[in-house]
């Protein structure tokens, strides 16, 4: 069974740094786009920062410069830095990837269960 993992959340104080995780365990064949979203009580999710499977990095415009995404396909994980910390970052962040090909031709669209991050003022 195929899963996205998340872990690395925690409570951090403004202007400190957190790097977040999400590995894909299981049997799988290769990975497309991986995408960090996140999510705070009463907001929709919204999207932080996409990976394309060669590296190519997108990011909102309110971590432009202080996050940074990157991936390791050897190891099917996707990284989340954070730098400079704000208290509205403070949200549950989630890993997807609506691509995950088990086989060269079949593929399912996965979500972790979430990482808590605390941004303290």
């Known amino acids: 069974q195929v899963q996205l993992v998340e872990s690395g959340g925690g409570l951090v104080q403004a202007g400190g740094s957190l790097r977040l995780s999400c590995a894909a365990n299981g049997s799988i064949f290769s990975i497309e786009t991986m995408v960090w979203y996140r999510q705070t009580p009463g907001r929709q999710r919204e999207l932080v920062a996409a990976?394309?499977?060669?590296?190519?990095?997108n990011y909102a415009d309110f971590v432009r410069g202080r996050f940074t995404i990157s991936r390791d396909n050897t190891k099917n994980t996707v990284y989340l830095q954070m730098n400079s910390l704000k208290p509205e970052d403070t949200a549950v962040y989630y890993c997807n990837a609506d691509q995950i090909y088990i086989t060269r031709q079949r593929y399912l669209e996965l979500w972790g269960r979430g990482t808590l991050v605390t941004v303290s003022s």
């Open positions: 990976i394309s499977r060669r590296g190519s990095a």
